[in-house]
C-alpha cells in the first residue's frame, strides 16, 4: 500500500512547531494546523504553527529546545537565526514542569510468571553465569548440554542461557571497576526471568566467589548455585558438575504458569542504537508516547544512555519530582566529565553542521531526539549503572551510549524487557529479557524485516500518527511481555550482547 | 611413583644461590654444591653456595636479583639482611649482558604448513571476525553450520573459528582505543594458521570495515572476505551470505599438507596465570629453559605481561641487542605509569610481607619469576600492543598482565603457538593457536591432568631437572607445532578467550 509522505508532522499536541517532512515551498497550506507557510522550509526543519514572542519558550515533543531571539510568526522557519539555547542550559529548574502522574483505571494488564516472592517474570530461563572470562567455555559447555530435545522434558523453561564476559581479572580487586563488574553480575542473578542461576568461577581469579556473594548480598541455594573449576578438578569434571546442578533446578524451574497481572510489573529498558535523521521524528517520539502509556498504567521506563543528552540534561531536570532526583543527574554528568577527560576522550553533543542542515537547531533540540524515547512523565529517580531498579515510572540509569554495555546496565537493574529503535538497522536481541525493535524508516523496514518488531517509518509514511505508534508500541510490549517471542528471540540472540561495562585499568 | 621432595633446587649452573624446597636445618649437606647449610633456611628461601664479597651480584636463574650489601658466606641465608636492590635499580644498563645467540646446527625441524607466501602454520582454521559486538552473534550463526559433519570433506580444515568481542562501536573513532582493536583484528586476519578469514560487520558501526581494511592494509580476496549484515539485509540474510562465503573457501582451505620445516617458523608467546609460589622454581624457569632451546633452534619467543615486571626492567634492559631496544621498554614503563595513574590504579609490583616470609627478597626476585619464562638470551626487540612480530629470537611485548588479553595480543601479532605456566590451574584455550599448559606442582597437576600438558612440578619431585624440563617442553612445542592437540584443543577452547585489549572510555 504506497501512501504519499505527508507534508510535515506534528510531535506533540502541545508544540510550537511542526517538522517538514519534505520541502516545503512558501504559501504551502497546513491544512490540520491553520497556517500557511511563509518561506522555504527545508526537510526536517522545523516551522512555527503560531506566533512566538521574542524570548518566549519554543516546545518541540513538548520540551523547551531553545528561545525565539526575535518574534517568530506563525509560518516562518525556525532555526538558528530566530533560536538559541540562552540560561536555560545554565538552569536545572529542578521539578519545575514535573506533573504528577494520571494514573489508568483499571490498570492494563498482561499474562506474566509471578514468582515465589511476588516479583513477576516476562521470561523463564535458567542463567549460567560467569566470574571471569576464565570461566567462560566452561559456563558454555554446560549450556550446550541442554540444547535441542534436552530440555522436552520442562516445556516451561525457555532455555539455558550462558551469559559470560571477558573481565574478572586482571583488575584491582576494588574500586569502581569490580563493583560495577559485581553489581551486573548480581542483578543478572536476581533477576525475575531466571528460574535459576549457576555461578562458574575458575577460582583464582580477582573477582573471587565468595567476595562477589557477600558483597552483593546474594543468597546461595537450590536455586542460586555457585561452584569453580579448580575446585571441581577441571574441565571435563567441572562441566560434568555444572550440567548436574542444572539438571537439579530445572523441575523446580518448569513449576510456573502464566496469570493476569497488571501492567506496573513491567519494566522497560529504553535504547536506541544506529540512530538515523528519523529517530528524533519517527520512532523516539513514538516509544517515547509508548513509555507515557505504561507509565500511566503503572509500570517503568529507563532511559540511559548519558553521553547522548549530554548538554542537555535540562531537559531531564525539570522533569524530576525533587531536587535531589535531579541533582542526581547533574552529578552523573560531573562524573562523565571527570571520566572523559582522564580518558582522553571528549564529551560533545552539539549539533554539527549536518546535524544543523538536516534541520536540529540546538543542542537541547538534538539531545531530545534520544530523551524523547523517554515520554513526557515525571522523573522519578536516577540510578548509577546496573543498580536495582525501585521507583515506578520514568527513571533515568546513567549507562554508556554503547547498545550492549547500556542494555546490560538495564536488564541488571531489573528490565524485563527491551525496547530499540533503529534507524540504520540493529540486529540486537537480549536475554533474559526480550527485546522489540523499532524500525525508524520503512526502507530499512523492508530490507531488515526479520529483524524489525515494528515499523515507525509509517510515521513518515502518512500512515500511522506518533500516537498511534505509541498505542502499537504498548500493545506489543504488553504481547511480548506475556511470552510472544521478538524477533531477536526468534534468532536466539542474546548470549554474545551480554557486555558489562569495564571501567579502570586491564592490568 | 612417589619420590621424595629434594633439599634444594638449582635453577641455573651460574647462580650464586640455590633455592631451599623445604626447611634446612644448619649442617644440612647440599652434597652437589658441596656445601654445608651454615643456619636455618625456610622453604623457598636462598642458600649462598659459594662466598659473595660485599657489594657483589647475586644472581637466581643467571640474573641479578640484588648486591650483597655485606660479606656472605657459602651457605649462609642470602635475604633482606645481607641483599638488596641498589643502583642497579637505577641504571638500565643497555645490552651489558647481551650475548649473540649461539644457533643450533642443524636447527630442530617441525612438521608444518607452508602457505603461498612462504609463511608457515601450525593450524588450519577458518576464521570469522567481528567488527563490532553488533555482528557477533552473526558471526557465531555463520560458524555454527560448520560444525558437526559440516567439514568432513574438508579433512585438512581444522575447523571454523568465530573470534569475536565486546566492542567495536562507544568509542572514539580514532585514538588508542580503536587503533588497538584494528590491530588486533588485522593481526587475526593476516594469521598464518587461519586458511581464509571473513570479516562480519553490522554496517554503521565506529569500526567501520572501510576503514579497519584501509588503515591496516588488508586485501580483500578469495580467502578474506568482507560483508555487513545492513548491507545483507538482516540476520538471516547475512548467515546465508557468510555461509555461502566460507563454503567458498573451504576447498582451497583443504588444499594443504604439512611438511618438514625448520623451527624458525615457530613463535611462541609466553603466558603465565593463576602463578603460585612453585612458579618461579619450576614451571617458569623450564620453560624458559625451552625457550633458550627454541632461540637457539632459530625460533622466536615472546615475552609480554608488563605489570608483572614492572619495577625490574632492568632484567630485560641489561639483555637488550641495543640501547634502541631496551629504551622501548623503558618508554613502555611509562606509559603504564601514566595509565594506571589516570584509571586511578597504581603500579606495584614490590614483594608483599607474604612475598617476603615465602623467600622473595627483591622487586627483581618477584619479577624474575615472570621475566623467567623468557630464558636467557638476548632480547631482540620490543613491541606494541598486537603489532607484528618480525624479529627471530627473544622479543617483548608490552600486554597486560590478565591471561586472554594479552595472549590475543601475541597471537594478533603472529604467535602460533602458547605456552602458559599455572600454578592454580587455568583451563585457557586459544584459537587459532594452540596452547600448552605446564603446570607449577604435582598436587593440581594431578586435580586437573585433563587440561594440563606437561607436569613442571616434577622439578620440585626431584624426578626432573629445570633443563630436562625445558627439553621436555620443547619437544612438545615441536609435536604439538606439527599438529598433535593440546589438552585445550581436545576440550575445544579458544572461541571465548579472544579479548582484544579495551582502551579509552566506553562512550
Ligand atoms: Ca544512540
Ligand atoms: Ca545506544
Ligand atoms: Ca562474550
Ligand atoms: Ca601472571
Ligand atoms: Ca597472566
Keep these: 500500500m504506497l501512501r504519499e509522505t505527508p507534508l510535515y508532522l506534528r510531535l506533540n499536541p502541545a508544540d510550537d512547531v511542526v517538522i517538514a517532512c519534505r520541502e516545503l515551498e512558501a ?184 567476595a562477589l556473594v557477600f558483597t552483593q548480598g546474594l543468597e546461595a541455594g537450590p536455586l542460586l548455585s555457585t561452584m569453580t573449576i579448580q575446585d571441581s578438578g577441571g574441565t571435563a569434571k567441572a562441566v560434568a558438575e555444572g550440567v548436574r546442578r542444572v539438571k537439579e533446578m530445572l523441575p523446580r524451574a518448569n513449576q510456573v504458569s502464566r496469570t493476569t497481572v497488571p501492567a506496573s510489573h513491567i519494566t522497560v529498558g529504553l535504547q536506541c542504537g544506529g540512530s538515523d535523521g528519523y529517530s528524533g521524528i519517527t520512532a523516539n517520539p513514538a516509544l517515547g508516547a509508548a513509555v507515557d502509556l505504561l507509565v500511566r498504567n503503572g509500570g517503568t521506563a529507563i532511559l540511559s544512555e548519558t553521553p547522548e543528552i549530554y548538554g542537555a540534561e535540562h531537559l531531564l531536570t525539570r522533569r524530576a519530582v525533587s531536587k535531589a532526583v535531579g541533582q542526581k543527574i547533574v552529578d552523573r554528568i560531573h562524573w562523565w566529565e571527570e571520566y572523559t577527560a582522564r580518558e582522553k576522550g571528549e564529551m560533545n553533543n552539539n549539533p554539527s553542521p549536518g546535524n544543523k542542515a538536516g534541520g536540529l537547531t540546538t543542542i537541547l533540540e538534538k539531545s531530545l531526539g534520544a530523551v524523547a524515547k523517554g515520554g513526557t512523565t515525571g522523573l522519578m529517580d536516577v540510578y548509577e549503572y546496573a543498580k536495582p531498579v525501585t521507583a515506578k515510572g520514568f527513571v533515568f540509569m546513567d549507562t554508556p551510549g554503547y547498545d550492549p554495555v547500556s542494555a546490560t546496565g538495564q536488564v541488571a537493574g531489573g528490565a524485563n524487557l527491551i525496547c530499540f529503535t533503529t534507524g540504520r538497522g540493529s540486529v540486537y536481541g537480549c536475554k533474559p529479557s526480550p527485546s522489540l525493535k523499532l524500525a525508524t524508516n520503512t526502507p530499512m523496514f523492508q530490507r531488515m524485516e526479520d529483524d524489525m518488531d515494528i515499523n515507525c517509518g509509517e510515521i513518515l509514511d502518512g500512515s500511522l500518527s506518533v500516537q498511534e505508534a505509541g498505542a502499537r508500541i504498548f500493545a506489543l510490549m504488553l504481547e511480548t511481555a506475556s511470552g510472544k517471542p521478538s524477533k531477536s528471540e526468534m534468532h536466539g540472540f542474546g548470549a554474545d550482547e551480554f557486555v558489562p561495562w569495564q571501567l579502570g585499568a586491564v592490568m
Design 27 to 210: 504559501g504551502t497550506n497546513l491544512l490540520k494546523e491553520g497556517v500557511i507557510v511563509a518561506e522555504r522550509i527545508p526537510a526536517g526543519h522545523k516551522v512555527a504553527t503560531k506566533a512566538i514572542a521574542k524570548d518566549a519558550p519554543v516546545h518541540r515533543y513538548n520540551q523547551v529546545i531553545g528561545f525565539a531571539t526575535r518574534p517568530i510568526a506563525a509560518g516562518a522557519h525556525v532555526h538558528v537565526h530566530n533560536l538559541e539555547v540562552r540560561d536555560f542550559a545554565r538552569d536545572y529548574a529542578f521539578g519545575e514542569v514535573y506533573q504528577p502522574t494520571q494514573f489508568a483505571n483499571p490498570p492494563a494488564t498482561f499474562q506474566g510468571i509471578v514468582r515465589a516472592d511476588g516479583r513477576v517474570a516476562t521470561r523463564n530461563y535458567i542463567g549460567i553465569l560467569s566470574t571471569v572470562n576464565c570461566s567462560a567455555t566452561v559456563a558454555k559447555y554446560v549450556a550446550e548440554q541442554f540444547r535441542g530435545d534436552a530440555l522436552k522434558e520442562f516445556p516451561n523453561v525457555d532455555g539455558v542461557v550462558p551469559l559470560v564476559h571477558t573481565t574478572g581479572c586482571g583488575m584491582g580487586s576494588t574500586g569502581e571497576g569490580i563493583d560495577i563488574l559485581r553489581r551486573t553480575l548480581a542483578g543478572y542473578a536476581r533477576h525475575a526471568n531466571f528460574a535459576g542461576v549457576l555461578i562458574i568461577g575458575l577460582g583464582c581469579e580477582a573477582n573471587q566467589m565468595d
